[in-house]
Structures are given as C-alpha cells and as structure tokens.
C-alpha cells in the first residue's frame, strides 16, 4: 500500500527516467527550424563539424540535440519520415547503453539510426544487429539512404558474402548484420594470420534489434566454426534400432527439464540388447571406461526418440533434417545439434547421416556481446527479462512511452478442460470475427498444430493462410496481408519477423503488386490509387475491431505472449488479444496444478465451457515467472561456466594479435627457447642431485629432438667445475648458433615469417585440442557434486591446469618446430608446389561436394551447440579462414620443409634411408629428416 501511495506522489524509477529525457528533446526540436533551413550539403557539412568537434575532445553527451536534430531532418528529407518525440526518446536511452522496450509499430528501425549516427561520429564505426539476413538487408538499404544523407557511409554483413566486401562493409561507419555474423567473422578473425585479412576493426557500439531474442533466447548457443571428425555412420544406425525395443521402464522423462534418462532395469536391458547387437563386446559392461563412447551415443539416440519431435522441434527436407528454432519458428537451414545428437535424429528419421565435428573456435553470444564497449538494444518485450540484462549485460530497461495510447483489449484466459473443447472452440471464435470482416491472428506453438488448426478450418470453410517454417518463404507477403479484411494467418511464432501487420494491409506491398501487374500505368497513378483504396479498406477494418490476436496456448515466457499480443494495436489501432488454453496444454500439464482439473469438475462445467477469471491469469503468469527464473538460473550457470573458456579466449586471441602487430618475434621464441633448456635442465640434471646422478644421455636425446643440435653433451658431467647453471649457458649458446645460423640461410626477413606463422601455427592447433580437453571436462564434472565438492570451483581448478599446460607445451613445441625447418631447393620447392596444388583440387571438390549439409551451426535445447560443420564451407565464405590444421600457411609452405606437421602425420615412420614422403626424390635424412 505505502509502494503505491509513493509511486503516485513520487512516479516509478521508469516514469523519472522518461521525464529526465524532456529537456533534452525539447532541445532538439528547439533546432529543427535551424536544420530545416540547411540544403543537403549543409547536413553532411554538419557531419563534418561534429567529426571535428568530437576529435577535439567535445563529448558525444554535449553534441547530441544538434546530431539528432541532424539525424531527423535526414531522415524527413530521405524517407519522408519526421521522428515522434518517442522516437528520439528511445534513441536517447539506447545511446546511454540502456534497452529502450518500445511497442510493436513504433519504429525502432528508425529510432536506431539516432544513435548510430551520434556514436559512428568517433569514427570507430557501430553495429546494428539484426535477427536475420532479410532485415539486416532491408534495414541497411533503407536507412542507408538517412546515413548517405548525412555524409556517413553504411554496409551489411551477410553470409558467404564476397571478402572484399565484408571488409568495406565493416570499414563503413554503421554496420548490419545478424548476430550470428557477427559471432562467427569474430571466430574467423581470430583464426587468420595476418592483419590485413582481419575484417572486424572494433568492438566499441552494438545496438542489438529483437535484444531479448538475441541475449537471451539464444544465450546458451555458442557460435561454432568446426571441422568433420570421423564417421560413425554405423553406429548411429546400429544404436538407433535398439530404441524402438525399450519399454516405458527402461526409461524416466522429466519435461520440465528437458531430459531423459535410463532406469537400472534399462542399463541392465540396454546391455544385453548391445553385446547381442554386437556393438558391446561380450567381456565389457556399460560401465567399463571403454564404453564411454557406446553409452554416449545410446543416450543421444534415447533423446533423438523421446524428447525432439518431428514438425515441432525439426523438418525432414529434401532428406536433410532441419531444426526449427523454438522461439521464432523458423527454419535454422545449416544450423547443426552437437556432441552427435544431430546423428542421432538423422538415423532416427533414416536420413544420411553427416559426420560429427571437432571444435576449432567457439563463442557465446553472451560472451561477444560483452566484448562491446558501450551496448543498446531493443524490443516490444524485456521487462519480464529486466533482472537477467541488468546482471548479465549491465543493460537498464526503460519502457518508453508510446506515441498514441493503446486501444487494444486484452481479454482474460479462456480455459478448457480438454484440447479438443479449445480448437473447436477457436474455430467458433475465428469464425466469428471472420464473418464481421475482423482480420485474426492465430498464434500456436509448433508446425503440427498450426497444420491441424489448419485443416479444422479448411473444413469449416475458412479460407486462411499459414505461416510456419514450410513457408516461411512467403512469410514477407503473409505478414504484410494479416491485416486484411476478413484475412485469416496462422503462425507459429511472431518474433522478430521485422514486417509490421497494418489495418487494410501493408500499403507498400501493395503498390508495388500493383505496379507489377500494370508495368503500363504510371506509378504515381497507381500509388494515388492504391492509397485511395487503402483508405477505405483500413477504415472497415478499424470498425471491425481491428485485428485479434488469437493465441491457442501458453508459452513458458511471458515474453514471448507479449510478443504475439503485441502484433495488435499498433499506433493506436484498435485491436483485441485472447488467449485460449486447455488442461492437456504443454505448460498447463507440467507446470500447472492436478487441483485444476479437480476444481474445474467440481465446479461442473459442461463440455465445450470454458473459465474466464483475473485469478486465473495471475496463476498461470505466476507459473510462467517461475519457469523464467528457473531458466535464468540454468543460463546463468551455463554462463559462469563458459567464463572459465571465455578468460582464456581473450588471453590466446590477445596474444595471437600480438603476434600479428609484432615486428620481430625473435626475443619471443628466444625466451620460449631458453625456457625450454632450463626446463630439460630441471628434468635430466636436478638441482639437488650430484653430477653422477645425472641423466645426461637422456639430457642429449632431449636436446636432440627438441632444440636441434648435436653438442658433446654426456662428456660434460665429467668436467671439473661444470654444474647445472654452466650446462644450461652452454645450451643457450648452442641453442642461439643454431638460430643465428638459420636466420642467415634464411635470410632474415623471411626468418621473421618463419616465427611468426610457427608461433600462430602452434597456438591454433594447441588451443583446438584445449577446447577438446575442457569439451569432455565439462561433461564429466558435473559427477564431483556427488563427492560434495562444487562441479564449478572443480571445473576453474582443472580448467586453469590445463591452461597452464597448454602454454609450457607451446613454448616446447615451437622450439622444437623452429629447430627442424630449414631453407629448401629450387627443385623442392617445384616439387611442393606440385604436391600442394593436388592437395588444394582434392580439398576444392570434397567441399564442393559436401557443401549443401555443411554451414554455420546450431542450438540445442540442453546442449545448445551451433556449428558450421565444415571449414572448408566457412573457407568458401571467408578465404582465409581455417582449413583445419595450417592456418594461412600454404602460401609460406615452399619456403619450409618439415613445416606442415599435418601432411607428414600419415606418412608413418620412414627410415632414414628411404625416399622422402614428400614426394622430392631424396632420402629421408636429406629432406624432411634433415635435423639442420
């Protein structure tokens, strides 16, 4: 009561930031008439003096009424639109890094512009993320005329996109792209050698559309570039045929979380069933260590059966399994389940099976986006999620007023007993408002019952259209023609479709069917017309009541209900909203309360009512709230997780760009060099034992093999005077002739490449099997909870291990490659030429040909493991990117043989004296056996 009674005197923190605004946008108006006045090079002009003023140390707080004012004439005087009061409020708290939640139809396409221009005025260049390749487009093409107008130039990042383009793209001051881009040209970057292929310049602003989709729908999947492993396209069937055999007591379904797992009678089934299959050996038990692969495999196919569903969580097309993502539902073409469970569905649906992938780099979203200096976002609907953006991202949300008040009404839940008294009831309902010319929206949560609702109407004579992953590529017109007259759509999911429902229908599109139809008429004739008879169209449908927005479930967010509700009502319109449920529901069955069902018979309602109450509202949002949290906490515990990965990506990928930059790299591996002695000192000659403990022909192997020279090493333990400091001098010196010596043969320009591509060489090929190493540590950890100890502490302590490893490792390694090259012939080098251009025609067809099933990656709904299955499909959109083990290095390669440990790991162990595997015609000890 008091809360109340303070908020009316006092408003809430939201109302006090919304008024703060005023000042400042009567500011800008206040310049309007002055920027009027100005012709279309005074505007650029101005874009000139702002640069100026900004370099000059003003801050961007100081100049932005005048570049908003600016910014809005451009945009009046390029699109023909003045921006609302709103609308400048919403890009004020975006440039202040805060989530401006604005209703659909507010245009927050254009309120992003605002920003953009003010921020892109450091020249360190602003991306606008999009949340999908469409509207990146669109948005970049429409308000790149607003950016032109003011002097700016704008790009857009799209998929397999040309790279010269991508790069201009990026260099341009406002970038489009989608998430999803963004995440993967960031793995890219970090896995090229040389400066100048790097496409991303900064990371200083990002405004992120749909921002609730994006940071948190997607936030547990990480971004993975990836390469194939090898195929286990047996298994998978083998494992899969044992499935259909288990029995509801083999197995225990928990829906809420998402999993399934094997009883003791279906291990005990599960083992028989395999060692008769043959796919267990007799003598092996399921809980032997050697059947960790067999039992991971088993599981995924357990959940491939019993929790993905076909036409709800995936489509088989044109025999490819093709998830669809559960919030937008859309088809995620390419996208890809890890850890085989994408296998798994594949021989489940008796499609090809693809081969599984090795990780070559990864990334969360959560984890790029807070690279980012200064973030924004937008959306219809965050509130729900404020809690979770101000904790992860540091993001306020401000709800920012709309431009006229909302007229919609939101009707109270209808709730039935069984799902066949809800959809004959929708029907009823839809035909109802068809028959008084109400345009419907009927939102339903997956493709097999869109498809079922579509066939009830079908048969009651409802012409309809709908809109699910099947169509999706007419979504752009479905959209557009929602509003209609008497229009009937049903949709999954109404997220993010970046196209606005207008009464009467969406004018634009019709211009230019009309323009299409008629190529004879002028166009300014047809648009006079066609807005004529918009007029009256929108008109009837306003008396109609404008459009309903029919929702035949709940989903677990309230998020995305708003989402949905929100497609009604937009600037005013009028509009109505129901939400129609039933006890056998999804979220109504899990989350709800058996008592219901009770209740509901107590209460004797007759079959086909239905209860209509508040209190039934508030339950269910009361239900929704808990599964929100409980996924907040399933995400935030993903993510303290992924931080442990996260510190030790901005350590390697810090460093690889420190090579980069770096000139002469010499000091570097001579430390790593002179580390690697003190390190074999250690070993072979302890400090604490005596010179005839020594291990000193252990001590010349070693310095054989890892540093590269032969000195009289096991005479040395018997010289007077010779402890571990002199043998480790010595070593040094012998170490540094060697080097000296190749830096001369080489030259040393090029000597300075060699260290430069083996050091990057080496930090990618360790860092892949890093990511390996914490893959399976990260399954596995989770079992020392039952030994009370914290999985997460457990993971920091090992993961930090392993870190640690990996760098004395490549300090070794790089010492020891450094060692074995040395210049090569003309002769050789045609030789490996000749080897390297068969190589790149075998590799260019395999990736020709494996292409159509191999693109970037793919969300889990526990694993949630997006990847672009194949490098060479990522090579094909980023030249310059990994092609599994050498990174950029075929161009170095005639310099340098024993540089490509990769080729040379298939030619076995040669002798000595037998013929070179590379191909050239000398022995092997004259060639890649050659020690210096």
Known sequence: MLGKIARKVFGTPNDRKVKATRKTIEAINALEPEFEKLDDAGLIAKTEEFRKRVKDGESLDALLPEAFANCREAARRALGLRAFDVQLMGGIFLHQGNISEMKTGEGKTLVATFPAY????????????????????????????????????????????????????????????????????????????????????DHYFAIVDEVDSILVDEARTPLIISGPAQDRSELYVGIDKVIPELTEEHYSIDEKTRNVTFTDEGNEFLEEVLHK????????????????????????????????????????????????????????????????????????????????????????????????????????????????FAEIYGLGVVEVPTNRPISRIDEDDRVYRTAKEKYEAIVAEIKEAHEKGQPVLVGTTSIEKSEMLSQMLTQAGLTHNVLNARQHEQEAQIVADAGKLGAITIATNMAGRGTDIKL????????????????????????????????????????????????????????????????????????????????????????????????????????????????????????????????????????????????????????????????????????????VVEDLVDTYAPPKAYAEQWDMHGLYAACLEKLGFDEPIIGWADEDGVDQEVIRERLEAASDKLMAEKAEAFGPETMRQVEKQILLQTIDGKWREHLLTLEHLRSVVGFRGYAQRDPLNEYKS??????????????????????????????????????????????AAAAGAARPAQQPAAPAPQAQTPAPASPQADMAAAPGASDGDVLEAEAFEPLVAG????????????????????????????CHGRLS
């Open 798 to 843: 090992e993961a930090f291990q392993l870190f640690e490893g990996l760098l004395d490792g490549l300090r070794e390694e790089v010492t020891q490659k450094l060692s074995q090259v040395r210049p090569i012939s003309e002769e050789e080098q045609r030789a490996m030429m000749q080897q390297m251009l068969a190589q790149q025609q075998a590799a």
């Open 504 to 675: 009467g229908g969406n004018l634009e599109f019709q211009i230019m069917e009309a323009i299409a139809a008629d190529p004879e008429a002028h166009p300014d004739e047809i648009r006079a017309r066609m807005e004529k008879e918009h007029a009256a169209a929108e008109a009837k449908v306003k008396d109609a009541g404008g459009l309903f927005v029919l929702a035949t479930e709940r989903h677990e967010s309230r998020r995305i209900d708003n989402q949905l509700r929100g497609r009604s009502g937009r600037q005013g319109d009028p509009g109505r909203s129901s939400f129609f449920l039933s006890l056998d529901d999804d979220l109504m069955r899990i989350f709800g309360s058996e008592r219901l069902d009770n209740v509901l018979g107590k209460l004797g309602m007759k079959e086909g009512e239905a209860i209509v109450h508040p209190w039934v509202n508030k339950s269910l949002e009361r239900a929704q709230a808990k599964v929100e949290g409980r996924n907040f906490d399933i995400r935030k515990q993903l993510l303290k997780f992924d931080d442990v990965m996260n510190d030790q990506r901005k350590v390697i990928f810090a460093q690889r760009r420190e090579i980069m930059e770096a000139e002469d790299l010499s000091e570097i591996v001579q430390d790593m060099r002179y580390q």
């Open 899 to 926: 540089f490509d440990e990769t080729d040379q790991s298939t030619w076995g162990n040669p002798g000595r004296n037998d013929p070179c595997p590379c191909g050239s015609g000398k022995k092997f000890k004259h």
């Open 277 to 388: 299959a043959g796919l267990l050996p007799e003598e092996q038990t399921l809980y032997d260590p050697e059947s960790t692969t067999v039992v991971h495999h088993v599981n995924q196919a357990l959940r491939a059966h019993k929790l993905f569903q076909k036409d709800k969580d995936y489509i088989v097309r044109d025999g490819e399994v093709v998830l669809i993502d559960e919030f937008t539902g859309r088809m995620m073409a390419g996208r890809r389940l890890s850890e085989g469970l994408h296998q798994a569905i594949e021989a489940k649906e008796g499609c090809k099976i693809q081969p599984e992938n090795v990780t070559l780099a990864s990334v969360t979203f959560q984890n790029y986006f807070r690279l980012y200096e200064k973030l924004g976002g937008m959306t219809g609907t965050a509130a729900t999620e404020a809690e979770e």
């Open 118 to 201: 003010l921020n892109a005025l450091t020249g360190r260049g602003v991306h606008i993320v999009t949340v999908n390749d469409y509207l990146a487009k669109r948005d970049s093409e429409w308000m790149g005329k607003v950016y032109n107008a003011l002097g700016m130039t704008c790009g857009v990042v799209y998929p397999r996109q040309p790279e010269d383009e991508k790069k201009a793209a990026y260099e341009g001051d406002i970038t489009y792209a989608t998430n999803n881009e963004l995440g993967f040209d960031y793995l890219r970057d970090n896995m090229k050698s040389d400066l100048s292929q790097i496409n991303q310049r």
